[in-house]
C-alpha cells in the first residue's frame, strides 16, 4: 500500500515537473524498475497509423537498445491494442512471443506485463514491464499501473499538443516572414529576389526557383533563383508550367528523373548537372492573369543543418500557403510593374513628342531651302532628337529621274558644343535653337566633306535599289542584312558601308520628294519599329516643311522677279512720260529754231562782204544748229519704236557700229581684236543697238587720241536661271577717273568738249529699254572694260510683242498705198 | 518756171520758205493749213509741181491731206516737212514722196525738192 502510494505520489510529482517531456516519461519508467520484481519498464509509443509500435523510452537508462519497431502480431498485442486490455504473460516461451523475443531488450525475461498507455480517448502507446520472475500483479496493483501510464499517456498527449503548436508557431512566423518580405515592396525583380531567399530558409531548402511564364506566348517573364539551380531543374520548371503540373514531392535522386533529357544536354556540359539534388519540391502558382508558375525548394536540410532529409508534406502545405500569397503578392507586382511599363512609355511618347515638336518648331521657324534639309537631318541624328549614328536625305531630281542626296548628317560623339552647354542637357526650346544654329554650321562643315556622299545618283527605276523602291512604293523599308539582302543595292552598301538600316519615304503635300536614309554604323544598335514609327512621323514634318520652304523659295523668286518688272516698267513709265513731254518741248523750240537760224543763214548770205557780221552770224548759225542736234538726240532717245523689235545678231551689231566708226578708229591708230563668240540671237531695235556700240566706240577714240588696243569680244553668259548674250568692250584709253565714275550715266554730264553728254546716258537707257544689264570694270590709269548683257530673244519676245499686235491694226491702211 | 505750193501755219517759216525757194528760182504759193491747200488745188489752171506740206497744222493736218492729196491728184508729189522726226517711221507718212525733218538748213529740204521735180 505504502509502496503504492509513493509510486503514485512520485509519478505525479515527474509527471508535472518542469523538465522536458522526454525526460518526464524517462523518468517514471525510472520509478517504475525501482519496484520490486520489475527489472526493466519499455515505452512503445504507437505509430499514427496505429500498425507498428516504435520503442520510445527504456529503463534502466544504461541499456542500449535498436531503434525499431514492432509489428502488431500476435493476438495478445491486438486484443492489447484493440481492447485496451493489459496483458500479462507469464511464461515468454510460446511462439506467439517469438518477434517479440527476437528484440535483445527482452531476452532474458520470463514474463512480461503489457499495458495500454491511453487516456480517456486516445491509445498512445504500449508499456512493457518485463521481468525474470513470474509476474502477478493483483488488482491494486493493476490499478497503480494504470494510474501511472495514465500519467504517461497525459505527458505524450502534451509532448504532442506542445510540437504541433510548435509547428503551427513556427508556420505562422514562416509565412509572417514571406507576408512581410512580399508587402515590402511592389518592384518585382526586388520582391522575387527577397521572396525565393526566404522560402529558401524558412522550409529550410538548399535552394530555391521561381518562374512565371506568360500564357499566350509562354515565354518566361519572371525567373529567379536561390543557391545553385542546375539547368535541368530549371528546365523541369519549364515543363511543368507547360503541362499545368501541380503540387508536388520528389524524394530521391533528382537526375534520375530526366535520363533523356539529360542526354541530350550532355554535350553543353552545364556543371550544375553533375550534382544531384535529393529531394524536390513545387507548387503551382495560379494567377488571374495570363500567367502561371512555379515555386520550387530543393535540396531539404536536416535540423543538424548537415545531413539532407526529406520534404514532408507539412513543408508542401506551408510552400503552397506561401505560393498563395506569393501569386497574389506577385499579380499585384506585375500588374504594377505592367503600369509602370505602360507609364514609362507613355513618358517615352511624350518625350518623343515634346522631341518632335521642339525639331518641327525648328523647321518652321526657317524657311531656308538649303538650311532646312540640315536641320532635318541634324534632328534625326543628334542624341536628344532621334539618335541615328548616320542620316542622308535624297531629294529627287524630277527632271533627271533621279534621287541625288541634298544633304547628310554623322553623330558626331565627340562634337565639342560652346561653353558650359552639356549636349545631353538639352531640352525644349534649346533643342530647337540649337539646332538651327547647327544648320549653318553644318552647311559649311558639310561643303567640303568627301564626295562619297556628293556623288550618289540613284536611277528612280524599282531595280536600283530600296531607297529607288522607298521613293517609288511610298513606304519604309526596314533591312537587317544590306549585304545578303537581295532588295539592296550592293554598290550602294559598300560605298556606305551599312549593315542594318532603314529608309523612309518624305511626303510633300501630295506625292513623295525625297527619301531619308538612316543607320547605326558606329554603335550597330538596331533599329526598332519604334524608331521607325517615330522617324516617319519626323518625315512628315520635315516633307511639310520642305514643301513649304519650295513654295516659299518659288513665292520669293517670284517676288523678286515681278519686283523687277514693276521696277523696269515703272521706269518705262516715267521714261514714256518724259519722253513725251521733252518731244513736246523738241517740237515746240524746233519751229522757233528754224525761223531763227533760217533767217540768220539768210542775214549772212546778204552780208557776204562784212567779215565781223559774217563771224557773229556764224556763231548764231552753229548754236542754233547745237540746238537742233540735241533736239534731235533727244527725240531718238525717246521715241522707242518697238513695232521695229526684231532678232538680231549681236555679232554683226557690234561689227556694223564699228565700221561707223572705222575712220576715227584708223585716224587714232587704234588696234582693234574681235573675238566672236556663237551666240543667239538677242531681240530689239538695230539701230538703237548699233548706237549703243557706236557711242561707246566713241568713247573709247577719244579716250585713245595717241592709239591703244581696243578688245571686243562677244560670248553667252550662262547663268542658272537665264543666260545672257555678252559683248566685252576693253580699251586701254586710261580708264575713267574715280571722281567721276559714278556720273558717267547722268544724262547732264560731260567731259567732252564735243557732244551733248548724253552719249552714255543713252547708252544706258537703250541697253535698260532692252532689259540689258551694264557693268563696268574701271582699271583708273589702265582701261576701262564695259560688259553689256542682253537677254536672249527667246526669252524676252513674248514681253515685247504685246506693242507689236497694236501696230497691226493699221496693216490694211498701209495697203492702200 | 515750177511752181512749189508750201503749207506751214508758221508765218515766220512761210516767209523763210518763200524767200529761199523763190531765190532758187521756184514760184511759191502759200498755204496756212491743208483746207488751204486742197481748195489752191481747185484750179486746174494752177496746179503746183509739188507740194511741201507740216504735219501739225490747224484745221486739217499734213497727214489727212496727203491721204486727200494722193487720191485726187496721184501724180503731184508730196514732201512732209515737220518738226516730228519720229512720224519718219510711221506708216501715215508712207505715202509722202519724202519727209523731211525741219531744220534751220534747208540744204536737205532744198535737194529733195530738186531731186522731186527733175523726175
Known amino acids: ?817 | 518756171m515750177s511752181r512749189i505750193l508750201i503749207a506751214d501755219d508758221e508765218e515766220a517759216l512761210q516767209r523763210l520758205y518763200k524767200e529761199e525757194f523763190e531765190e532758187e528760182g521756184y514760184e511759191v504759193v502759200l498755204a496756212g493749213n491743208g483746207k488751204e491747200v486742197l481748195s489752191l488745188l481747185e484750179d486746174p489752171s494752177r496746179l503746183p509741181d509739188l507740194i511741201v506740206m507740216d504735219i501739225r497744222m490747224p484745221e486739217m493736218d499734213g497727214i489727212s491731206t496727203l491721204r486727200v492729196i494722193k487720191e485726187k491728184y496721184p501724180r503731184i508729189p508730196v514732201i512732209l516737212c515737220s518738226a516730228y522726226s519720229e512720224f519718219k517711221q510711221d506708216f501715215s507718212t508712207w505715202a509722202s514722196d519724202e519727209y523731211v525733218v525741219k531744220s534751220s538748213d534747208l540744204t536737205e529740204l532744198k535737194e529733195a525738192v530738186k531731186r522731186l521735180i527733175k523726175g
Open chain 1, 1 to 817: 500500500m505504502n509502496q503504492g502510494f509513493e509510486l503514485l505520489k512520485k509519478t505525479i510529482r515527474v509527471a508535472n515537473s518542469s523538465i522536458g517531456f522526454e525526460d518526464r516519461l524517462q523518468g517514471i519508467l525510472d520509478l517504475l524498475t525501482r519496484l520490486e520484481g520489475i527489472e526493466r519498464a519499455v515505452l512503445f509509443i504507437l505509430s499514427p497509423e496505429q500498425e507498428k509500435l516504435a520503442i520510445k523510452k527504456v529503463s534502466p537508462r544504461d541499456m542500449t537498445w535498436e531503434d525499431r519497431s514492432l509489428p502488431l502480431t500476435g493476438s495478445w498485442l491486438k486484443d492489447l491494442i484493440k481492447n485496451r486490455r493489459p496483458q500479462i504473460i507469464t511464461q515468454l516461451t510460446r511462439k506467439e512471443h517469438k518477434a517479440f523475443l527476437k528484440i535483445p531488450l527482452f531476452k532474458g525475461f520470463q514474463s512480461l506485463m503489457a499495458l495500454p498507455v491511453e487516456d480517456d480517448n486516445v491509445l498512445y502507446g504500449v508499456l512493457g514491464l518485463l521481468s525474470r520472475q513470474s509476474l502477478n500483479p493483483d488488482p491494486k496493483q493493476l490499478e497503480q499501473f494504470s494510474l501511472v501510464n495514465w500519467e504517461l499517456a497525459g505527458i505524450i498527449r502534451n509532448s504532442k499538443i506542445y510540437t504541433e503548436s510548435k509547428k503551427i508557431i513556427a508556420e505562422l512566423s514562416v509565412l509572417y516572414q514571406v507576408g512581410k518580405v512580399i508587402g515590402s515592396t511592389l518592384e518585382l525583380d526586388d520582391l522575387i529576389r527577397r521572396a525565393v531567399a526566404i522560402i529558401a530558409q524558412v522550409i529550410n531548402a538548399t535552394g530555391s526557383a521561381l518562374m512565371i511564364m506568360e500564357k499566350p506566348s509562354e515565354t518566361v517573364i519572371v525567373e529567379s533563383e536561390f543557391g545553385r539551380v542546375s539547368s535541368l531543374v530549371k528546365e523541369k520548371i519549364r515543363q511543368d508550367i507547360l503541362r499545368q503540373k501541380g503540387d508536388y514531392i520528389i524524394n530521391r535522386d533528382f537526375p534520375a528523373l530526366f535520363k533523356t533529357s539529360r542526354a541530350s544536354e550532355k554535350k553543353k556540359g552545364d556543371p550544375g548537372d553533375t550534382e544531384s539534388i535529393t529531394s524536390l519540391m513545387g507548387v503551382a502558382l495560379h494567377f488571374k492573369g495570363p500567367y502561371q508558375g512555379q515555386l520550387c525548394v530543393f535540396d531539404k536540410i536536416g535540423l543538424d543543418g548537415q545531413s539532407n532529409t526529406h520534404f514532408a508534406e507539412d513543408d508542401l502545405s506551408i510552400l503552397s500557403t506561401i505560393g498563395n500569397i506569393m501569386a497574389s503578392a506577385l499579380e499585384n507586382a506585375l500588374t504594377f510593374q505592367k503600369m509602370e511599363t505602360l507609364a514609362r512609355k507613355n513618358e517615352e511618347m511624350v518625350k518623343n513628342l515634346s522631341t518632335l515638336y521642339q525639331i518641327d518648331s525648328a523647321l518652321m521657324t526657317n524657311v531656308s531651302i538649303d538650311e532646312l534639309p540640315h536641320i532635318i537631318l541634324e534632328a534625326i541624328t543628334l542624341e536628344e532628337g532621334l539618335g541615328f549614328n548616320r542620316a542622308i536625305l535624297l531629294l529627287a531630281d524630277e527632271d533627271q529621274n533621279v534621287l541625288t542626296p541634298s544633304a547628310w548628317s554623322i553623330q558626331e560623339k565627340s562634337r565639342e558644343r560652346s561653353a558650359g552647354q552639356q549636349r545631353g542637357a538639352l531640352s525644349g526650346q534649346e533643342l530647337s535653337r540649337f539646332l538651327i544654329n547647327q544648320a549653318t554650321q553644318l552647311r559649311n562643315t558639310h561643303a567640303e566633306m568627301d564626295s562619297r556622299f556628293r556623288d550618289i545618283t540613284i536611277p528612280l527605276n524599282p531595280n536600283s535599289g530600296i531607297l529607288a523602291q522607298t521613293f517609288l512604293k511610298g513606304q519604309s523599308f526596314l533591312i537587317q542584312e544590306a549585304m545578303t539582302d537581295p532588295r539592296t543595292n550592293k554598290e550602294l552598301v559598300n560605298l556606305l558601308k551599312l549593315e542594318s538600316f532603314a529608309t523612309i519615304p518624305v511626303m510633300g503635300k501630295d506625292k513623295v520628294i525625297g527619301v531619308i536614309e538612316v543607320d547605326n554604323f558606329l554603335d550597330k544598335r538596331s533599329i526598332t519599329q519604334d524608331d521607325l514609327h517615330l522617324l516617319s512621323m519626323l518625315a512628315h514634318q520635315a516633307g511639310q516643311a520642305l514643301e513649304n520652304a519650295r513654295l516659299y523659295d518659288f513665292i520669293e523668286k517670284t517676288n523678286q522677279e515681278l519686283k523687277v518688272t514693276r521696277e523696269r516698267l515703272l521706269e518705262s513709265e516715267k521714261m514714256v512720260a518724259i519722253g513725251e513731254m521733252a518731244s513736246g518741248l523738241a517740237h515746240e523750240i524746233r519751229n522757233p529754231l528754224v525761223s531763227i537760224g533760217g533767217f540768220v543763214r539768210r542775214l549772212n548770205k546778204k552780208f557776204q562782204d562784212d567779215a565781223q557780221v559774217q563771224t557773229y552770224f556764224q556763231v548764231i548759225i552753229n548754236e542754233v544748229e547745237r540746238l537742233e542736234k540735241i533736239i534731235n538726240e533727244i527725240m531718238e532717245f525717246y521715241q522707242d519704236p518697238r513695232g521695229k523689235y526684231k532678232e538680231w545678231d549681236l555679232n554683226r551689231i557690234v561689227e556694223q557700229a564699228l565700221g561707223l566708226i572705222q575712220k576715227e578708229i584708223e585716224q587714232n591708230n587704234i588696234v582693234v581684236r574681235k573675238t566672236w563668240g556663237r551666240v543667239p540671237p538677242i531681240f530689239g531695235d538695230d539701230s538703237q543697238l548699233r548706237h549703243v556700240f557706236y557711242n561707246l566706240f566713241q568713247n573709247s577714240c577719244q579716250a585713245m587720241p595717241q592709239g591703244g588696243n581696243l578688245i571686243l569680244r562677244t560670248f553667252l553668259e550662262k547663268g542658272a536661271n537665264r543666260s545672257r548674250v555678252v559683248c566685252e568692250i576693253i580699251d586701254t584709253g586710261g580708264g575713267i577717273p574715280l571722281e567721276l565714275l559714278h556720273n558717267i550715266f547722268n544724262p547732264f554730264f560731260t567731259t567732252k568738249t564735243l557732244g551733248s553728254g548724253l552719249g552714255l546716258s543713252i547708252v544706258h537707257k537703250i541697253i535698260t529699254r532692252h532689259q540689258g544689264e551694264v557693268d563696268i570694270d574701271n582699271r583708273p590709269g589702265e582701261g576701262v572694260s564695259f560688259l553689256i548683257k542682253f537677254p536672249l530673244a527667246k526669252e524676252i519676245q513674248p514681253f515685247i510683242k504685246i506693242k507689236k499686235n497694236g501696230e497691226e491694226n493699221h496693216e490694211s491702211n498701209l495697203n492702200s498705198r
